[in-house]
């Protein structure tokens, strides 16, 4: 489905992706690991087409991702449908009046009418448990509150590929229960996840396969959650795992 | 390989368990694409200033500072058509020894204003006689380029530290600190709202303007939030309001030199004002 051949990226002259080799099955559960400033979110942003890879190449269903087929609004549009986004900063996601509206925003634009929209907006409210938000303001929501609203307006778009930054970062542990649980129902309904995070804890239960990124932005090992798990060496040569904060 | 949820039975929406055969509508969405990129130049501009490792004429910021100033008033007082070339020529000098991408950009801007200027004049051209425009354009070619070249020269926290030379008032100095801080992070956000609203653009949007309003609103909210955060980080961290800034200033040959242009300039301003 998803197939990255020796992508490399970088910033203003500072590389932030190194030669990434990486290929995700359609219904694969996965997991980016990593240090802070590893690639995680650059990854996240290049497979969702917001930057386009310096070199090497990206394939969707064995179509090449370009710069040039992402100016192509048809396209564009199609290729935004299908993988969905869930951007680590839920406020820069959101920018309707109501949860309401933020969450038909998408299913409105794909033309449909508004009882299909409705039917939409109120499955997704439900899914998130959220029933009962419909009229509230998103701006003035709390941080789980949002962070589940924002997951539930790329919900609307039934996307087959979601992408998540950092989705438990900054969440209450009953908010992170919530939304691991729903990922791995998401993932048994036959969405292909993939996950950026460095919450170990929770690696296992949402993944089933890890993709470890080391400090000079390159994959260090793309194996098994368990087995990625278990090497705790390599953890800490990823800055994953800390000798004196770790010990048993 | 999928994974097994303890409530696998618990029901998802029919519609979600389905493909999406959704073949987009013709829409034109240029103004988020325009705006998207018009943002990415400014924190790109932002970042490669605040970045710069060393000044590339190698004259301390304050001498730089109080060179550019004196330039301008200079500029703007002198009615004699041989200092402003003399000062033209100087500040093409100094244009010269920059990277061809920066010269294009700092001339563009430059005959942008001179010319902008000419049009503004115009009307005046014709209502009074021997008129001519030109020394006022001139003016503003330089001086312009005399600002542009001190921008792009010099880091712009540099720049606010070395107004404290010319004795402007700390406050302002905090000011003009933190608007550069905050054009850089609220920008970022800003980019990253737009992205997020290209993303969920997947297909006609009869209604743009409302959504950008709320992109526009959002970060108005979030500008407020920022401002009323550091307002509490400050008085917890015993901010007074008095703001000291300490620079350390080197004193070189290129100081040396940078100044003794500008005396230059000035003792020739004075001599041509007595003739």
Excluded at chain 1, 180 to 195: F, H, P, Q
Excluded at chain 1, 197 to 213: G, P
Aim: net charge neutral; glycine share 6%.
């Amino acid at each position: 489905m998803i197939e990255l051949k020796d992508i490399s990226y970088s910033y203003e002259g500072e590389m932030a992706l190194r030669d990434i080799n990486l290929t995700i099955d359609r219904g694969e559960a996965i997991v980016l690991l990593g240090a802070n400033g590893s690639g995680k979110s650059t990854l996240l942003k290049l497979l969702n087409g917001i930057i386009s890879p310096d070199k090497g190449t990206y394939q969707w269903n064995g179509q090449e991702i370009t710069a040039k087929m992402l100016q192509k609004p048809a396209f564009a549009k199609q290729f935004h449908q299908k993988i969905g986004f869930v951007f680590q900063n839920s406020d820069t996601q959101l920018f309707c009046a109501t949860v309401y509206d933020e969450i038909a925003f998408g299913p409105r634009q794909m033309g449909m009418d508004e009882p299909q929209v409705k039917e939409r907006v109120e499955d997704c409210l439900a899914l998130l448990g959220l029933g009962g938000f419909e009229e509230r303001q998103p701006y003035h929501l709390s941080g789980g509150e949002k962070r589940k609203i924002a997951i539930a307006c790329v919900l609307a778009l039934n996307p087959e590929v979601l992408v998540l930054d950092e989705p438990m970062n900054g969440l209450d542990p009953r908010t992170v229960r919530f939304l691991s649980e729903l990922l791995v129902r998401l993932n048994d309904a036959g969405k292909t996840l993939i996950t950026s995070t460095h919450r170990l804890e929770l690696v296992r239960e949402i993944s089933s396969r890890a993709v470890l990124f080391q400090e000079n932005h390159s994959i260090a090992a793309d194996r098994h959650t368990s087995e990625i798990l278990g090497d705790i060496e390599l953890l800490k040569q990823t800055n994953l795992v800390d000798e004196y904060y770790h010990a048993p | 390989m999928t994974l097994r949820s303890e409530q696998h039975g618990k029901s998802m929406p029919r519609w979600m368990l389905a493909d999406e055969d959704y073949v987009p509508a013709t829409d034109k969405d240029s103004f988020v694409n325009r705006s998207i990129l018009g943002l990415m130049e400014v924190l790109s501009l932002v970042r490669s200033q605040s970045s710069r490792a060393a000044d590339r004429f190698s004259a301390s910021a304050p001498v730089k500072v109080l060179g550019t100033l004196l330039l301008v008033v200079l500029t703007a007082m002198t009615r004699s058509e041989i200092f402003l070339i003399t000062v033209i020529t100087y500040l093409l000098l100094q244009l010269s020894v920059m990277r061809a991408g920066e010269i294009s950009s700092v001339l563009k801007l430059s005959f942008g204003a001179a010319a902008f200027t000419a049009i503004l004049l115009l009307p005046a051209v014709f209502l009074i006689e021997g008129y001519s425009p030109v020394r006022i354009c001139a003016k503003l070619f330089a001086t312009v380029m005399a600002v542009n070249l001190l921008s792009r020269t010099t880091r712009w926290d540099h720049i606010a530290g070395a107004l404290k030379y010319v004795r402007i008032p700390d406050l302002f100095i905090f000011v003009l600190d933190s608007t550069i801080k905050y054009i850089l992070l609220l920008g970022e956000f800003s980019l990253e709202q737009l992205q997020a609203l290209k993303l969920r653009s997947v297909g006609k949007n009869r209604s743009k303007y409302t959504a950008l309003s709320g992109v526009a609103g959002t970060l108005f909210l979030r500008s407020v939030e920022m401002a009323e955060e550091m307002h509490s980080a400050m008085e917890c961290r015993g901010f007074t309001g008095e703001y000291r800034v300490i620079q350390t200033v080197r004193f070189g040959t290129a100081d040396i030199l940078h100044l003794t242009i500008h005396i230059g300039l000035l003792v020739f301003f004075i001599f041509l004002s007595r003739g």
